[in-house]
């Protein structure tokens, strides 16, 4: 009989340690979309019509125009969804983005493109490189991705699940 309440006292601890954890989620606002502008080198996360988080990015190296094919260095321009997620990425973490949609294959295909591409992520910084910092945005260096720090990609990991709504603007 006594063993029962024993058990339940070594969990005692646990329950007021996440508490914090808890309260922290509550009063983060729930992020529904990405809008990036790529000629201005901003991300914004927002919720409702209200911005909650701004970030410097660094894109693809051939930044103008929308992406149209693999290798191209672009980062496309539309409207995507945040389909998955990599802890273990060779980036510090990345949100994938379900780049190519249906439109972007259609595209490719009407200009006689085979492979229009993918893999296009929201990522921190190479492993072991998180000390470059912003640094990094000095130049547009990524495939057609879309760069920020380390410390910022674990912000936005912890806000925004999948689903979330992508805007790429040029």
Known sequence: MRLIPLFLLMFIPALIMAAPFETIAQ????????????????????SGDKIAKEYDIALGFEPLGAKEEQ?????????????????????????????PAQKDLENARAKGIKDPGGDIMIHGLPNGMGAIGRAHLLKDWTLGCIAVTSDEIDEIWDLVPIGTTVEIRP
């Open 27 to 46: 009063n983060t606002p729930a992020i529904d979309k990405i809008l990036i502008h790529k000629s201005a080198r901003k991300m914004y996360l927002s």
């Open 71 to 99: 290798g191209d260095g672009k980062t496309p321009e539309g409207l995507y969804k945040i389909s998955g997620r990599n802890a273990k990425s060779r980036y510090h973490k990345s949100l994938r983005v379900n780049y």
